[in-house]
Each structure stands twice: as C-alpha cells, then as structure tokens.
C-alpha cells in the first residue's frame, strides 16, 4: 500500500494556523463596526437583532450553500449561544453605552478559561492568563470613565452577552472537525424568529436611507462576514486564542466613533488601549512562535 502523497502545494498546520490568527483579526475588524450601526438604527433591541439574523442567515445560505443544517447536540448549543450573544449584545448597546457593552462583552475569556477545561479538555496556559488579566486591566482603564450607575441594567446585559460568547466559542471549537458555520445560520434564524414580533412593528416608514444602510451592514459584514472569518479560523485555534485575539475590537469601535463623531478618547483609555492592544499582539506571537518549528528542528529535518 502505497503512502499518502502530500504536495507542496498543501498548507501545513503551521500556516494554516497563521492565516486562522490573520481572520481573528480581520473579523475584529467587521465586529468592531457594531456599535455604530446599531445606534444609528431607531429601532427596539429585539427588532434589530431579527432583522440583521435574517439577513445574516440569508448571506451565509448564499455564501455556504449547505444542502442540510446539522441539528447535532452541538450545532444546536452552538446555535442557541449565538443567538444569545447576539440578542444580548443589541440589548447592551441599546441598554448602555457601546463602550460598556463591549468591555463588559469582553469578560469572555474568563469564562472559556473557567469553561473549557470541563467542555473542550483545554487548559488555560501561562501566556493566556497574563493576557487575560492584562486584557481585562487595559479595557477597564480603556472606559474607567464611561461606568454610570444608571445604566446597571445594560451592563448587566453586556456580562450576560460576554457569557454567551464564551459559550460559543467554545462549542464552535467543539466543531472544528465539522462544519460550524451551519450553526451560524441555525442562530441566526433563531435570532430572527426571538424578535420576529418586535420586527413586525418597526417604523420601517421612519427609517432613513442611512438606518437602512446601517441595518444592512448589520447584517452582511459585521455579523455574516465576519462570523464566516471566524468559523473558518475557529478550526486551526484554541477557544481561548478565538476570543483573546480579537480583543482588539473594542480598541477600534471607539476610534469609529471618533472619526464619525469627533469624539476623543480620554488620556487613560489610550493607555487602555495600548495595553489591551499588546495582550492580543503578545498572546498571538506566543501561539505562532510555539506552532513554528525552532531552527533546530528545521535542520534536522533537512
């Protein structure tokens, strides 16, 4: 019997690993557009979450073209947590400032590090917890000024989210070896029927072209596009690496802000910012310094 035969043309574990952290941050990127869009929508939490979900769902069809959905006890709790992060995450935005809601969002790590040993047999590594606790320290002092005791409900909201989110990380990692992007398009539709009735009594006639717009985008980039970047990295990354390094999203969310509003960070959110920033780059080079092969190792093999 004779051996399999590999081509030079086939990416090894190493670069395919590699490109999974590039869509981590690409995908960042697209997350990071979400709480603009959805405040220049004039519509309830639960009617923007049902509308984008549809059309999430709609473009990743399109894009995915399954024949079936998987309805494995996996793809549902990867489903079922997607669309609660989702929800939960419109709600926040709405409930409180953007910039809490993705601070607060971004508590997941501690959770998949508290999770994924008990779910996925991953423990949490030396590096990951000083990015963990580096990343929560630098978004802290990224928004120490946003906190209001009035908007406790939103914040609360935005933790539940960050639950979630961990929640499905974890379980898309679980799926690596299948297809976890047919369970993006399971939570989206689910995320559309939850607020199918609020959607139903939206003032579509007192939307503007720019609401529109943004509703759209909701849907196509910062949820479909993005989500799809991620399922495709999900399976070359650990659980924790999947919600580390895209951390750099709420660094961007309020540049986004500035630059369409002229809003500018305080003096401590941009050391925030930094430290937040060198957690993802330093969490990011571990893992691909410890997926390449040393030099030694290398010439051993030649």
């Not at 659980?239 to 305080?266: C, K, Q, R, S």
Request: hydrophobic share 55%.
């Amino acid at each position: 019997m004779k051996p399999p035969v590999t081509t030079s043309d086939s990416p090894s574990a190493d670069a395919l690993h590699k490109r999974a952290i590039a869509l981590l941050f690409a995908t960042a990127l697209f997350w990071s557009l979400g709480g603009v869009l959805i405040k220049l929508v004039p519509w309830s939490p639960l009617a923007i979450s049902s509308a984008r979900g549809f059309i999430a769902a709609a473009v990743l069809a399109l894009v995915i073209r399954p024949r079936r959905l998987s309805f494995s006890w996996a793809s549902l709790a990867t489903a079922l947590s997607y669309a609660g992060c989702t929800i939960t995450f419109v709600a926040a935005t709405k409930l409180t400032t953007a910039a809490n809601a993705i601070l607060l969002q971004h508590t997941c790590p501690v959770w998949v590090a508290l999770l994924g040993w008990w779910l996925l047999r991953e423990r949490a590594t030396r590096a990951d917890w000083i990015a963990i606790v580096a990343t929560l320290a630098g978004i802290t002092l990224f928004f120490a000024d946003k906190f209001r005791a009035d908007l406790f409900l939103g914040n609360i909201v935005a933790i539940i989210s960050g639950v979630f989110f961990g929640l499905t990380a974890i379980f898309m990692r679980r799926q690596k070896d299948s297809s976890p992007a047919d369970a993006l398009i399971l939570g989206n539709l689910i995320s559309g029927f939850v607020g199918l009735p609020a959607l139903i009594h939206a003032p579509f006639g007192g939307t503007s072209a720019t609401g529109w717009g943004a509703l759209i985008a909701l849907g196509t980039v910062q949820l479909a596009l993005a989500y799809f970047l991620y399922a495709r990295a999900i399976r070359h990354v650990t659980a924790l690496e999947a919600v580390l390094i895209p951390v750099i999203e709420p660094i961007l969310n309020p540049v986004w802000v500035m630059l369409a509003i002229g809003e500018v960070p305080a003096p401590w959110a941009i050391v925030g910012g930094v430290i937040v920033l060198g957690a993802s780059v330093f969490r990011a080079w571990v893992a691909i310094r410890k997926s390449s092969p040393s030099p030694r190792t290398k010439a051993q093999g030649t």
